[in-house]
C-alpha cells in the first residue's frame, strides 16, 4: 500500500484558508489520491479526490502537483466545524482490489481558533 | 446524520460473552466495511464485502465473525474477545468496485469496550 506523509497536527483562525499538505512520492500511475476527515465522536467523511487534475467540490479544493508527489487540501473559508483530523488516503486504480481499501495514515489534527 | 446505520452505539462485554454489531445502510450499495479503530490512531480495515460475499479478510483473528445476510446489512459477531479488542468499530458503505472510485460512507461507530 503506498504511503503518505501528513504533519500531526496544524492550526488555524476561523474565515481563513487552510492548506493541508501530502506527501506521497511512492504514488503509482494509476493511485487516486483521496481525502477523507474525521470530526470528534464521527466515523470518517469524505471531503474530495482526484488523480492528475486540480478538484473543487462544496467541500474543499484539491490541488496536486504536477509530478503526483504531493497534493494540498485547501478549505477556503474555515470554520469552527471543520475542526478534525484530515486523512489523504491513495487508492488503487478501479475494478482492482486496491481500490476497496482505505489505508488511512496518522492524518493531520486540525484546530480552528474562533 | 448519517445514512450508515450502526447499533448499538456503545457494548460492554465479558470476554466470555457473545454479542453482535449490526450495520444497515439503504443507499443501495453493494460494498460494505468494517473497520477497527484504537484510541488516537487512524481507522484500520478488517473486512469487506461485495454483492454480498467477503472479499477482504485484513487476517483479522477469528473472534471476529462477519455476516452479510442481505445488500442492506452488515453483521460482527463477537466472541471470546479480548481487553485489547476494546476500540471503535466502524462500518462503511460504497457502490460496488465496478461504479468506480465511489467514496465510502461511514456510520459513526459502536464503542466497544471488554471487561
Known amino acids: 500500500d503506498a504511503k503518505t506523509t501528513q504533519p500531526n497536527s496544524m492550526e488555524s483562525n476561523e474565515e481563513e484558508p487552510v492548506h493541508l499538505p501530502c506527501n506521497h512520492s511512492t504514488i503509482s500511475g494509476t493511485d487516486y489520491i483521496h481525502w477523507y476527515r474525521q470530526l470528534p465522536s464521527q466515523g470518517p467523511e469524505y471531503v474530495i479526490h482526484g488523480l492528475t487534475s486540480n478538484v473543487n467540490n462544496r467541500m474543499a479544493s484539491l490541488a496536486i502537483a504536477e509530478d503526483r508527489k504531493s497534493s494540498t487540501l485547501i478549505l477556503h473559508r474555515a470554520t469552527l466545524r471543520d475542526a478534525a483530523v484530515y486523512y489523504c488516503?491513495?487508492?488503487?486504480?478501479?475494478?482492482?482490489?486496491?481500490?476497496?481499501?482505505?489505508?488511512f495514515g496518522q492524518g493531520t489534527r486540525l484546530t480552528i481558533n474562533p | 446524520d448519517t445514512e450508515v446505520t450502526q447499533t448499538p452505539k456503545h457494548l460492554v462485554m465479558g470476554m466470555t460473552n457473545k454479542k453482535s454489531l449490526k450495520c444497515e445502510q439503504h443507499?443501495?450499495?453493494?460494498?460494505m466495511y468494517w473497520y477497527k479503530q484504537k484510541a488516537k490512531k487512524p481507522p484500520e480495515l478488517m473486512f469487506v464485502y461485495s454483492y454480498e460475499k467477503l472479499s477482504i479478510n485484513e487476517s483479522v483473528p477469528s473472534r471476529f465473525s462477519p455476516e452479510c445476510p442481505n445488500s442492506s446489512l452488515l453483521n460482527l459477531h463477537l466472541h471470546a474477545l479480548q481487553p485489547e479488542d476494546s476500540a471503535l468499530y466502524l462500518c462503511?458503505?460504497?457502490?460496488?468496485?465496478?461504479?468506480?472510485?465511489?467514496?465510502?460512507?461511514f456510520g459513526d461507530g459502536t464503542r466497544l469496550s471488554i471487561l
Open positions: 462503511a458503505s460504497s457502490q460496488d468496485k465496478g461504479a468506480g472510485l465511489q467514496p465510502q460512507h
Open positions: 443507499m443501495g450499495h453493494r460494498a
Open positions: 488516503i491513495l487508492r488503487g486504480a478501479p475494478n482492482t482490489q486496491g481500490a476497496q481499501k482505505l489505508v
